[in-house]
């Protein structure tokens, strides 16, 4: 099979795939010069797959976030996310979002109640 006038087969495919380079610290695949160009192609999409991953996301909404990120999309442990109507961020622990930045009160009375990690500021 030809891709990019390149042959694909999976015999050169799977040669030439088997030691990608990668960034030391990230892993992120990149191309070499002596790279066939039909290649290249593969590449950009491994490394948008792999920055994807490392990167914050941005939704418009926590239900535009869930819409999103389903079958091969599905979010990984570490990701991190910011909701545009709430301007709020969320870290993914593996099994559903939690919140990197507590909940902000401002108000003239002193609250009641609260937990470790609530923030209040007194104006």
Not at 84 to 100: A, M, R, V
């Amino acid at each position: 099979m030809e891709r990019f006038g390149v042959d694909t087969s999976p015999s050169f495919r799977e040669c030439r795939r088997e030691m990608p380079t990668t960034t030391g610290n990230q892993g992120i695949p990149y191309p070499l010069k002596t790279d066939s160009p039909g290649y290249i192609a593969e590449y950009v999409r491994d490394a948008v797959l792999a920055l994807e991953q490392r990167s914050v996301m941005v939704f418009s909404s926590a239900s535009q976030r869930d819409q999103k990120l389903v079958g091969a999309y599905v979010p990984t442990a570490g990701m991190i996310c910011v909701l545009l109507d709430s301007l709020s961020f969320y870290k993914y622990t593996g099994s559903n979002w939690t919140s990197l930045i507590p909940d902000i009160t401002v108000s003239t009375a002193t609250p009641t109640g609260g937990v470790d990690g609530d923030l209040w500021l007194r104006v």
